[in-house]
């Protein structure tokens, strides 16, 4: 018998892994140093331990320390790459591109620089959550300075084709930025080969502490530019003012590594874990899977249960297993998930789908309850008839 409550809702939040947490501790007390205090020995040792985490961010994505901006989570870096660019090119252009199913943070922050003056094209997508690369390609025009899109779904985790986003966005000149929350310590993510000028990450989503976060800003081939959303000290670069966040920052770095060293074990061990959940439940009657089983991230599994309600659904085995209807960012809404919408889902079936999304303490004892307790939930709300 697995400990209760099951948590299966690691795309919302994870936990902090315990060396992780080990790393922090010292930086609330005994190392409590502001980074930017150069003239003594507390200062000294916070600025290198915050060094030497931008070392490990960089390490695990492929990119110069010097290009990594420590934020205070995904959101943020959402905001000061979209904003940042807007006011940095206005001088070129005010035409972005980005996708319907992106993350709230970036298209609440879209929807904010369209009243500023921008144009932005939203694209749509297929049964799969997949874009069209020729109706993105046909998008670009002159005044185009932005391409933002994610590297991987948080509700689906249907991985955008990222090289070939980048070699188009390359081969126009136009800037490329990613929210690659969701994928960055899961999945290979290299910033160079993908051709990506910009990337969003955040600490909580890999184990680490939640409140911080980091943007890579590439420095070379193009240097990208950022007007900063922020103004005070000119700490990091000059883009992102304020004291850093030793703790969580030094947490973020011990995370990063722990991620890149255990990257590819851990992504076939909840890989096998997610087909054999996904499999077991596929065998119940009208159910499928929502997004791209053939590009999609490890931990990730989003099912639609048919003639069933899906309220009824959740309430039936949520007590006892932590899983999402929709996104953390989402969940408050009464409406159907408008990823899983414009994937063509309709509302009754979209309202019937749940996330389920693994992590590194998820175990097979996890799985097997899981599998008994949805089977048992979807079977007896069928026999009732409960199906409105």
Avoid at 76 to 88: H, I, P, Q, R, Y
Avoid at 182 to 201: F, S
Avoid at 244 to 260: F, M, Y
Avoid at 262 to 284: F, T, W
Wanted: hydrophobic fraction near 40%; charged fraction near 20%.
């Amino acid at each position: 018998m697995p400990q209760l409550p099951i948590y299966l809702d690691n795309n919302a939040t994870t936990p902090v892994d315990p060396g992780v947490l080990e790393a922090m501790l010292p930086y609330f007390r005994e190392q409590f140093g502001n980074a930017a205090s150069r003239q003594h020995a507390f200062g000294w040792t916070a600025n290198e331990s915050v060094e030497i985490a931008r070392e490990q961010v960089a390490k695990l994505i492929g990119a110069d320390p010097a290009e990594i901006i420590f934020t205070a989570g995904a959101t943020e870096s959402d905001n000061l790459a979209l904003k940042g660019v807007f006011e940095s090119y206005a001088g070129k252009g005010n035409h972005l591109i980005t996708c319907v199913t992106e993350h709230k943070a970036v298209l609440d922050t879209c929807a904010h620089l369209e009243k500023l003056g921008a144009e932005i094209t939203y694209l749509g997508v297929d049964h799969r959550g997949q874009i069209d690369l020729a109706a993105l390609e046909a998008a670009i025009r002159p005044t185009t300075i932005l391409i933002a899109l994610m590297y991987a779904n948080n509700e689906t985790g249907t991985i955008f084709p990222v090289q070939a986003i980048g070699a188009i966005a390359k081969k126009h000149g136009v800037i490329f930025f990613s929210d690659a929350t969701q994928a960055v310590g899961k999945i290979p993510v290299q910033v160079l080969p993908d051709e990506i000028d910009l990337l969003a990450l955040s600490a909580h989503k890999i184990y680490g502490p939640k409140g911080v976060g980091a943007l890579y800003v590439r420095r070379r081939n193009p240097r990208v530019k950022l007007i900063a959303q922020m103004d005070g000290g000119g700490q990091e670069r000059g883009m992102r003012s304020g004291t850093l966040n030793v703790p969580g920052i030094v947490g973020l770095g011990k995370a990063a590594d722990c991620c890149r060293l255990e990257l590819e074990a851990e992504g076939q061990r909840l890989r096998k874990l997610r087909d054999r959940l996904e499999q077991s439940l596929l065998a119940l009657d009208d159910v499928m899977v929502n997004g791209d089983t053939s590009d999609r991230l490890p931990q990730v599994s989003n099912l639609s249960f048919g003639q069933v309600e899906g309220k009824s659904l959740l309430l039936g085995f949520t007590k006892n297993i932590a899983v999402a209807a929709g996104s953390a960012c989402t969940s408050a809404s009464l409406a159907p998930s408008y990823v899983l919408k414009a994937m063509g889902l309709s509302d009754e079936r979209a309202h019937a789908s749940i996330r389920f999304s693994l992590g590194r303490f998820t175990t097979e004892e996890d799985i097997d309850y899981t599998i008994q307790a949805v089977t048992e939930t979807v079977n007896n709300l069928r026999s009732l008839n409960l199906f409105v």
